[in-house]
Structures are given as structure tokens and as C-alpha cells.
């Protein structure tokens, strides 16, 4: 598959760029990217929650009312979960969600996820740019141009640059990612990939299997 190469202002240049078909036109495997995006969720999990059980709620141990007699159930203390306040049984505890994969079975959920966009042209690939300045204003034109404002859009870069991350880090929707850590969740949660011409080179030469 081959794709034009825009210039910012939206422009077509007469560059193309080739798409290598083991990274942008694979058969997507949809578990591999079910079990990839699971774990990112997952690592980005606190597990910071917390019940009070039983044994760490304050109060009496006085036994509150007599074993029998009372036509009610037994109570054996003001801690007892059935009563307002009391222990919750088997509460939250604080724990790791986080689990591992195999970097062959991310690998194939990168390059499914990848697939997906390019089979719905949902990638674009621009000539390498930077600004002047870190402004804001300058970054929205480039959306105005492609006509991707109030969307969801990665921007891939193959290295940092601080002037498009100053640019667009007061953009909610839009995410900039280096080609070396471009991952399933970030390329499928964006309507839009934007991808440099530099990046489409780095990030075949990542993710071609072995």
C-alpha cells in the first residue's frame, strides 16, 4: 500500500511513502489486541482500594444483646457486618492488576491495530515539520487543515520535539507518542493517526517480525 505525504497546511507533496504489508496489512488477530489492551488498563490500575473488615473497625467487643430469647439473630458484637457501621465482609484490598505478555503476542497486536487503520484510512503521513514557537494556535491550523478538530488524533513522531509537545499538550484530544513507543491502546483509541515520514520507516523497522 502506498500513501501521499502531506505537508501542515494540508497539502499533497509529490513524496509517497510505501507501507510495508507485515506491519500495515496483516490479518488483525483480534484477541492478541483484546489481551494487549487488557493490560494496559490493567497496569494503569491503582489498586489503592480499601474496606475495613471486621477486625479493623473501632468499637466495643461487648457482646450487645443474650444468646437466646430475643427472637432475633445472634450478635456477638457492635462490629458485626450486618449492623450500620460494621465490618464489610470480604472487602476490597489493596493489590496489582498488572499482568505480563510476551513481546511476540504485542507485537501482533500492534501490527493488527495498525492494519485496522490503514485499511480504514484512517492514517495519514505528513512530511517531517517542527514550529518556531510552542503555540497552541499553530498545532489547531494543522487540524483545521485535515479537518480533524474535536477528534481523537495521535501524532507519531520519530523523535522528541518540544516545540509540537508544548504545542499540543493543551489539547485533550490529541496524544503525541514517539514512534519507539507507540502502542495498540493509544492507535485504536485515536479516530486519526498522524504519522511523520520518518516515523513510518522506525516504526516498520520495530514491529517486522523476525
Not at 143 to 149: D, T, V
Amino acid at each position: 500500500m502506498e500513501l501521499d505525504v502531506y505537508n501542515i497546511n494540508g497539502q499533497k507533496t509529490s513524496k509517497k511513502v510505501k507501507l510495508d504489508d507485515m506491519v500495515f496489512g496483516v490479518e488483525p488477530n483480534d484477541n492478541a489486541i483484546y489481551l494487549d489492551v487488557k493490560q494496559y488498563m490493567a497496569n494503569h490500575r491503582q489498586g489503592t482500594h480499601k474496606a475495613k473488615e471486621r477486625g479493623e473497625i473501632k468499637g466495643s467487643t461487648r457482646k450487645i444483646k443474650r444468646q437466646k430469647g430475643t427472637g432475633t439473630a445472634r450478635a456477638g458484637s457492635i462490629k458485626n457486618p450486618l449492623f450500620k457501621g460494621g465490618g464489610r465482609v470480604f472487602g476490597p484490598r489493596p493489590r496489582n492488576y498488572s499482568f505480563k505478555l510476551n513481546k511476540k503476542l504485542k507485537r501482533i497486536a500492534r501490527v493488527s491495530a495498525l492494519s485496522y487503520k490503514a485499511k480504514d484510512n484512517n492514517i495519514t503521513v505528513l512530511e517531517d515539520f517542527t514550529f518556531e514557537s510552542p503555540k497552541t494556535k499553530s498545532f489547531i491550523e494543522v487540524l483545521k487543515h485535515f479537518e480533524l478538530e474535536g477528534k481523537k488524533v495521535l501524532v507519531v513522531l520519530d523523535k522528541n520535539d518540544a516545540n509540537i509537545y508544548l504545542a499540543m499538550r493543551n489539547l485533550k484530544k490529541t496524544k503525541l507518542v514517539s514512534a519507539q513507543s507507540i502502542n495498540t491502546y493509544d492507535v485504536l483509541n485515536a479516530n486519526q493517526l498522524l504519522i511523520s515520514e520518518s516515523s513510518i520507516v522506525e516504526i516498520q523497522k520495530l514491529n517486522v517480525a523476525n
